[in-house]
């Protein structure tokens, strides 16, 4: 499926406002971090014009090139965000799952989509129309300090990706993807336990399926992180970030290069195996 959301077709849709309201919608709104920041009127007007949606996997929700009318929140589930070559060839540089927010850059510009959406995984949106979301930029200074906070965080992790394609091993990519899904200005929810396959990790890494099980057992190796079913257990974000093995013997050494910003305020949440929210990586693959 290729319709896209701002052209608003056959995806399932609700109004936050009143009957047809929905209690996961309105839970998230209202505990976004974003939300402290307005005033009880201010959060109740998103509330009544917020929109809701859910997309199957596989489903290409956003489309490089329509208008951006939408703040978009993923309330549950995983999408990533892509751009395509005319000649086939696809770069998946960021991926967002529950908790997180994207677009308020291309809303603040007033730019068409640049990239597609495509859900991971079964996903529920959030949906912030672009009037409510241009009423608060010009009215509440405390949401522009978190925009600003927002895009100050996403500009580091984009410095950072540029350091680790040109300069770091594969294994040490990996090690930097999985650190930097526990930036708190990004990634809120994300819990110990990262729901990835290695499909995705490697994807996310810029590396193969295969090179992203040989560096997830070298992290091991070094007792940085617990391979399990269905995704990974991080034990120890700092070692992630210091980590710079050799890509074959998996030993860790000290690594004084970019690292994300605030990376001890992440807190770790044991017992709770919810999504993470993956870190922005580059790859060009060929189909």
């Not at 007033?110 to 529920?124: P, T």
Request: aromatic fraction near 8%.
């Amino acid at each position: 499926m290729r319709e896209s959301i701002s052209e608003g077709s056959n995806f399932s849709v609700r109004r936050a406002d009143g009957s047809s309201s929905s209690t996961r919608l309105d839970g998230m709104l209202r505990n976004s971090r974003w939300a402290g920041a307005l005033t009880s009127e201010e959060l109740d007007r998103i509330c009544r014009e917020a929109q809701e949606r859910r997309v199957p996997a596989g489903t290409h929700f956003v489309r490089a090139g329509t208008p951006c009318n939408f703040w978009i929140g993923v309330i549950e589930g995983m999408a990533k965000m892509t751009v395509s070559l005319p000649n086939g060839r696809e770069s998946t540089f960021t991926a967002v799952s529950a908790g997180g927010w994207f677009g308020e850059g291309t809303l603040m510009k007033g730019e068409h989509w640049r990239y597609e959406v495509v859900a991971i995984r079964d996903s529920h949106l959030a949906l912030v129309p672009r009037a409510a979301y241009e009423h608060l930029l010009h009215t509440s200074l405390r949401f522009n300090h978190f925009i600003l906070s927002s895009l100050n965080a996403r500009l580091s992790l984009f410095i950072g990706l540029a350091v680790y394609d040109r300069l770091l091993s594969p294994d040490t990519r990996v090690a930097r993807c999985l650190a930097s899904l526990f930036d708190p200005d990004l990634y809120p929810r994300t819990s110990c336990f990262v729901r990835l396959s290695q499909d995705e990790i490697g994807l996310l890494s810029a590396v193969s399926r295969q090179r992203a099980n040989r560096a997830l057992h070298a992290l091991q190796r070094a007792g940085l992180v617990r391979i399990e079913f269905g995704g990974v257990t991080v034990l120890d974000v700092p070692g992630l970030w210091r980590y710079s093995g050799d890509p074959d013997t998996g030993h860790a050494s000290q690594h004084h290069g970019p690292q994300a910003p605030r990376p001890a305020r992440a807190q770790l949440r044991p017992g709770r195996k919810e999504a993470a929210s993956p870190a922005t990586a580059s790859s060009l693959r060929r189909p």
